[in-house]
């Protein structure tokens, strides 16, 4: 804060008495003074002294809407932030301005820094303290002048440094942290003028920032304990002033995944039941991988079982990946122990055959054959989303039809266009659906007529299996 004072003005009261005109142009006849000699000379008339103090001299600034900023903040300082757009309000004093003759009778001011004392006057009892707001930043000056009863003044100045207020800003580079993982939090982009003075967090959401960091804008900090904290940081500059944000972290307690199944024999359909799998707000997807390729291919969104039919003896794996709402994730991996299918047979006269073996015509014998599936048409199209539909029936009189359908190009070296395993029960028709390659679209786009085979796997209910091939031709 600086203040200056000017050189005081002195003015004359009344012209000179004839007295003492013939008293200066004739010394000899000058009239006697002092005591007895006719009355004393006057007092010096001395000037005022103008006193001016302001709070804060680092101030902030308003923010009021430009259209509004003609209208003056001056007066009282009980005027709302709201109506006159926040930052500091200036409170200045002028109380201790002081006349040595006891004639202090006018305190004026110049609040907006023109050189002119017309935005504020009165007598010192009403005029010694004023308030004021800024809406640029800057140094601003305001001034006071102190006016004695004989006209003789004095000023004084004071200049505000006017800035900006903090900025706060916070990012967290998890938004839903599993418990016990760590949080990387950082309020890069806050500003602070002139300088930054502190930054402070409140990592545990309750209200006190109680973790100071200096002026480093990160920190990091982990959590026990799921459910949602709203962490802040506050930012200080170098003269006090603060601002916070604050960002919401939701700690995450990961699912766990387990499942059941009954016992697994070929050919016959096993449950697989993951309704046992736990998490602190509920499993939203289950995902399993039937084949134990590591893929998990079968989702069955928030519905917890899912079945198959194995179609070969021996050791299976399944997997179980569960999904929270928060995309956390666990997975669980089971050996499953298939038992071979239980063999079935079929009586029928062996005829010749069985009396050239040495049995007569009446002997049994078992007869074991695949089912063969049966395509409804051998011209397929591909659609534009690159699928390619293939409607097959099971044969009524097998027990079932378990396989998988390949397509292939005729060419000497097949190429493979996609495959899609099928499960059909005796009797039933059903369409499939074979993504092609988006590398082999082209090419089956650009002719009429793509020659291609259709090579089917297929396995009945008593694990009896056979392979088959069907030429095919895919179109538009």
């Given at each position: 804060m600086s203040t200056t004072r000017s050189t005081p003005v002195r003015r004359f009261a009344a012209p000179l008495t004839a007295a003492a005109f013939f008293a200066a142009a004739a010394p000899a006849f000058a009239l006697p003074v002092g005591p007895?000699?006719?009355?004393?000379?006057?007092?010096?008339?001395?000037?005022?002294v103008a006193v001016l103090k302001a709070s804060p001299i680092h101030a902030l600034v308003s923010t009021l809407p430009k259209v509004l900023q003609s209208q003056k903040f001056t007066g009282s300082a009980d005027l709302s932030d709201a109506l006159y757009g926040g930052g500091d309000a200036v409170h200045l004093d002028a109380s201790a301005s002081s006349d040595q003759d006891g004639d202090l009778a006018k305190l004026s001011w110049d609040l907006d820094d023109d050189g002119a004392f017309d935005d504020a006057s009165g007598t010192p009892a009403t005029a010694a303290k004023q308030s004021v707001r800024f809406y640029t930043t800057g140094d601003h000056i305001v001034r006071v002048r102190a006016q004695d009863a004989g006209n003789l003044v004095d000023t004084a100045k004071v200049t505000i440094d006017v800035r900006n207020p903090p900025h706060a800003q916070i990012a967290s580079d998890l938004t839903a942290p599993l418990v016990g993982q760590s949080v990387n939090l950082s309020a890069a982009g806050s500003t602070a003028e002139p300088s930054l003075g502190s930054v402070s967090w409140d990592l545990d959401g309750d209200g006190t920032y109680e973790t100071s960091t200096g002026t480093s804008l990160t920190t990091q900090?982990?959590?026990a304990t799921p459910g949602r904290r709203?962490?802040?940081?506050?930012?200080?500059?170098a003269y006090g002033a603060s601002r916070t944000a604050s960002v919401d972290v939701t700690v995450n307690q990961a699912p766990t995944?387990?499942?059941?199944?009954?016992?697994?024999?070929?050919?016959?359909?096993?449950?697989?039941?993951?309704s046992g799998s736990t998490d602190d707000a509920g499993v939203t997807d289950y995902a399993w991988d039937l084949d134990g390729n590591g893929s998990f291919e079968t989702d069955t969104a928030t519905?917890?079982?899912?079945?198959?039919?194995?179609?070969?003896?021996?050791?299976?794996?399944?997997?179980?990946?569960?999904?929270?709402?928060?995309g956390a994730t666990s997975t669980v991996s089971r050996l499953i122990k298939v038992a071979p299918a239980k063999t079935t047979t079929t009586s029928g006269t062996a005829g010749t055959a069985g009396a050239a073996a040495g049995s007569d015509g009446g002997a049994t014998q078992s007869t074991k054959l695949a089912p063969k599936l049966a395509f409804a048409s051998t011209k397929l199209k591909l659609a534009k989303s690159g699928k390619v539909a293939i409607k097959v029936s099971c044969p009524k009189t097998a027990s079932a039809c378990i396989g998988k359908i390949t397509l292939k190009t005729s060419a000497k070296h097949p190429a493979s266009l996609g495959s899609v395993r099928f499960t059909l029960k005796p009797g039933q028709t059903k369409t499939y659906r074979v993504t092609v390659p988006a590398g082999k679209r082209a090419a089956i786009r650009r002719s009429t007529a793509f020659k291609a085979n259709a090579i089917v796997s297929v396995a009945d209910a008593a694990g009896l299996k056979g392979t088959s091939t069907t030429g095919i031709l895919i179109g538009l």
């Open positions: 007895g000699g006719g009355g004393e000379n006057p007092p010096p008339q001395h000037a005022p900090t982990s959590y709203t962490v802040g940081v506050r930012i200080t500059d995944a387990a499942f059941t199944n009954g016992p697994a024999t070929v050919g016959e359909k096993v449950t697989f039941d993951g519905t917890p079982t899912v079945s198959k039919t194995f179609t070969a003896a021996g050791d299976a794996t399944v997997r179980l990946r569960v999904t929270d709402a928060q």
